[in-house]
Every structure is written in structure tokens, then in C-alpha cells.
């Protein structure tokens, strides 16, 4: 199970941290990754972090300014979202993959097993 919290109001160029905690299962087993999806889009990725955090991926439109974290001792995936944009407006959601996921498939909504409820993020310009 996951528990997706964080999400709220900002302006333009302020700052959130969402975080996504996990429960049921051994955490350090999976890869998590956050999508987002805005009203009348498809769901995008957005970042993802391999199951021992070494690695990381993120979506063309973020990069450089969101940065995904993990701490396997709380169990706890994190989405650091800096200099926000209007255009970041979306529900974001937290999703958990098996620890063997290739990079290719962290770009992919299907390849993951568990999803967090959602949160809501909206910047006003």
C-alpha cells in the first residue's frame, strides 16, 4: 500500500516536497517512481529511483528542478519540486515497480505493481 502527501497550493516558482510512504511489503524490494497527470492528459512520468537509490530518472520537463529521494529506513519515497511551474498542475502519484526493473520500463505506467492514492499539486502564476 502506498500513501501519497504533500500536495497543496503554490505560486509560481515556490517550492513542494511530496512524499509517498510504503507499507505491507519490504521496501527496499522496489523501485518507485512519481507520475503526474493533468486534466485531459495522459499520466507522464515524472521521476523514478532504483530499489537501493543509486540510480535515478527523470522526465524531460523536470529535470533540474525536481529531484526524486528515498530512505529505505522509513520507507519513504520523496519529490522534491523547486522553481514550480503553472504547467507542473497535476495530480501526482507514487508507484512501486519490482527491484529488477530496467531503465527503459521506468518511463512506463504499466510496468508498475502498486500505486498511491494521488496528490494535488496546482501552481498559480
Known amino acids: 500500500q502506498l500513501q501519497a502527501s504533500g500536495g497543496g497550493l503554490v505560486q509560481a516558482g515556490g517550492s513542494l516536497r511530496l512524499s509517498c510512504t510504503f507499507s505491507?511489503?519490504?521496501?527496499?524490494?522496489?523501485?518507485m517512481s512519481w507520475f503526474r497527470q493533468a486534466p485531459g492528459k495522459e499520466r507522464e512520468f515524472v521521476a523514478g529511483?532504483?530499489?537501493?537509490?543509486?540510480?535515478?530518472y527523470y522526465g524531460g520537463s523536470v529535470r533540474g528542478r525536481f529531484a526524486i529521494s528515498r530512505d529505505n529506513a522509513k520507507n519513504t519515497v520523496y519529490l522534491q519540486m523547486n522553481n514550480l511551474k503553472p504547467e507542473d498542475t497535476a495530480v501526482y502519484y507514487c508507484a512501486a515497480g519490482k527491484g529488477t526493473m530496467i531503465t527503459s520500463t521506468y518511463y512506463s505506467d504499466t510496468q508498475y505493481d502498486y500505486w498511491g492514492q494521488g496528490t494535488q499539486v496546482t501552481v498559480s502564476s
Open positions: 529511483r532504483n530499489w537501493s537509490g543509486s540510480r535515478t
Open positions: 505491507g511489503g519490504t521496501f527496499s524490494n522496489h523501485a
